[in-house]
């Protein structure tokens, strides 16, 4: 391909927030041999040399490449629009043999074929850090402007980090292959195309970077642990009889089609069934717990069976089972309560202090996931944008300093009362959570907020009430859910100075009808 037809080289380094910013728009082509060491099925004995030919090695292969998952097909619904043809990019001579190494274990493993497509993304370069390894990743920013989105809900996070508060023994599963374990209508694989200066290929399971790739993935794990829907009959008689029969479902009469499996016409949807088998709780990337070990050794099997009817692989090297610690969603669970990872937190430890707008709110960006566990940020965070570097530096030092520190929170229980404890200062208002353990009231969940504009010029005694109104409506489903006593510590009598105060103003007559709720 001549010089002239190629688009210049992108090139990104690891680590920049750019990149960052880009992640979701990208897809990033994985490192076969870090990913599967033991299993590299272009290396597998197959065959005899001499009477077997390659083409029928290689219809061999193709079998044993882990099937998809069962139950669903990614589809992406762009419209009437035209398809977006982008050119290759250049790429630097000396990254070109690690670009062709990468393409070619992607076509023998059988993710990726040529295409013919009318789209084509173009691919960008990602230095590691080291210099001289590289990532490959798909920019399909262009392409998932055009792609409607979905309405499948994601839990919220904070609602997976519940539940726990019976826990003694964890277990935590790493689907393996991820969204390659989900199959994909012609559609998605012209859509998903992609030009280098090797050629142009196209997906043959689901990538990483496209919009709705994520909800589609939910969906395949949402079907496991509920089992609210079930096979059509002939996807359910390719299961073992003995997953049916544990599930207590019935063998389909139905005898399996032989087909392609990607072919989108004989794909049908699952469907409701009457004969649903539950867990007790939606687990999306599944990690249980147990309170007895046989209890957990239960719940493994239970779940390894409904893993099996969907044909979902779980890639053992990076699960954990028996364990009284495990990391999830980037927080360690344990039985006491849940904490922030510490390589992450430690990771801002080392940030060095930004006298600029950007580099403050990049800063705060960094603190977000973790604002959980630190109690006063509303309160120290504005002091950043202060005038006087000196007492910013020290309000940065001091975010660094709690950021990896960051407290124990106690998993909420069901038989102590809650005990809640408000604060306020002239521009912001914080509130702990809490239950007595040991004597010592500990943090459940703690909680802050900057006052707005008009919210700064209430008295204290206000702020206090607006305090404990907002705990009452962010924790609302964990508190009124639960049915236990709740406990109110103020500096001032909030409550009592409410009731006797004005009824011409309001918002007092406001904040009284919500708190006799």
Request: contains cysteine; charged residues 20%; negative net charge.
């Given at each position: 391909m001549e010089e002239l037809d190629l688009e210049p080289a992108v090139c990104l380094r690891e680590g920049p927030e750019l990149l960052a910013q880009l992640s979701d728009h990208l897809t990033m082509f994985p490192e076969l041999k870090e990913l599967?060491?033991?299993?590299?099925?272009?290396?597998?004995?197959?065959?005899?040399?001499?009477?077997?030919?390659?083409?029928?090695?290689?219809?061999?292969?193709?079998?044993?490449?882990?099937?998809?998952?069962?139950?669903?097909?990614?589809?992406?619904?762009?419209?009437?629009?035209?398809p977006i043809a982008l050119r290759a990019r250049q790429i630097a001579s000396g990254y070109l043999v690690k670009v062709y190494e990468q393409l070619k274990k992607l076509l023998e493993t059988g993710l990726i074929e040529r295409s013919e497509s009318e789209w084509s993304s173009a691919i960008v370069i990602i230095l590691k850090k080291n210099g001289e390894n590289i990532k490959?990743?798909?920019?399909?920013?262009?392409?998932?402007?055009?792609?409607?989105?979905?309405r499948h809900p994601l839990p919220p996070i904070n609602d997976l980090l519940n539940d726990f508060n019976t826990a003694a023994w964890f277990m935590s599963l790493d689907m393996a292959n991820g969204f390659w374990a989900i199959q994909t209508t012609e559609r998605v694989k012209l859509i998903s195309a992609f030009v280098c200066p090797f050629?142009?290929?196209?997906?043959?399971?689901?990538?990483?970077?496209?919009?709705?790739?994520?909800?589609?993935?939910?969906?395949?794990?949402?079907?496991?642990?509920?089992?609210?829907?079930?096979?059509?009959?002939?996807?359910?008689?390719?299961?073992?009889r003995e997953v049916l029969e544990f599930l207590n479902l019935s063998a389909p009469d139905t005898e399996p089609t032989i087909g392609n499996p990607r072919d989108e016409g004989s794909f049908r949807l699952p469907e409701l069934t009457n004969e649903a088998t539950a867990f007790t709780?939606?687990?999306p990337t599944p990690a249980s717990w147990g309170p007895t070990w046989d209890q957990l050794c239960e719940g493994l099997n239970a779940l390894l069976f409904r893993l099996r009817y969907w044909n979902i692989s779980v890639g053992l090297l990076k699960s954990g089972f028996g364990k009284q610690a495990i990391l999830y969603l980037f927080h360690e669970v344990c039985a006491e309560g849940i904490?922030?990872?510490?390589?992450?937190?430690?990771?801002?430890?080392?940030?060095?202090?930004?006298?600029?707008?950007?580099?403050?709110?990049?800063?705060?960006?960094?603190?977000?996931?973790?604002?959980k566990f630190v109690e006063d940020l509303p309160v120290v965070a504005p002091v950043l944008?202060?005038?006087?570097?000196a007492v910013a530096k020290d309000a940065f030092e001091t975010l660094k300093r709690k950021n990896t520190s960051t407290p124990l929170l106690r998993h909420p229980g069901?038989?102590?009362?809650?005990?809640?404890?408000?604060?306020?200062?002239?521009?912001?208002?914080?509130?702990?959570?809490?239950?007595?353990?040991?004597?010592?009231?500990?943090?459940?969940?703690?909680?802050?907020?900057?006052?707005?504009?008009?919210?700064?010029?209430?008295?204290?005694?206000?702020?206090?009430?607006?305090?404990?109104?907002?705990?009452l409506e962010q924790f609302r489903l964990l508190i009124y859910g639960s049915g236990i006593r709740i406990v109110i510590v103020t500096w001032y009598s909030v409550l009592r100075w409410l009731l006797k105060s004005n009824p011409d103003v309001s918002r007092h007559l406001k904040w009284g009808l919500e708190l006799s709720q």
């Open positions: 599967i060491p033991e299993c590299d099925i272009a290396k597998t004995d197959v065959g005899v040399p001499g009477i077997t030919t390659p083409e029928m090695e290689d219809k061999m292969r193709k079998i044993l490449t882990p099937a998809p998952a069962r139950g669903v097909i990614c589809d992406l619904d762009v419209g009437d629009a035209m490959m990743c798909v920019d399909y920013r262009l392409v998932n402007q055009l792609i409607k989105l979905s050629g142009h290929f196209q997906w043959l399971r689901m990538p990483f970077g496209l919009k709705n790739a994520p909800l589609a993935y939910q969906g395949v794990i949402n079907n496991c642990p509920w089992g609210f829907l079930r096979l059509p009959p002939e996807e359910e008689a390719k299961v073992d709780r939606n687990i904490r922030s990872t510490p390589k992450i937190a430690k990771s801002v430890q080392d940030l060095p202090f930004t006298s600029t707008l950007k580099g403050v709110q990049s800063f705060l960006g960094s603190l977000n996931y973790y604002t944008y202060e005038l006087d570097e069901c038989t102590k009362p809650f005990v809640i404890i408000s604060h306020a200062t002239p521009w912001a208002a914080c509130t702990v959570l809490g239950q007595e353990h040991g004597g010592i009231i500990q943090p459940v969940r703690v909680t802050g907020w900057v006052l707005n504009e008009s919210e700064p010029q209430h008295h204290i005694a206000e702020k206090e009430v607006l305090a404990i109104l907002q705990v």
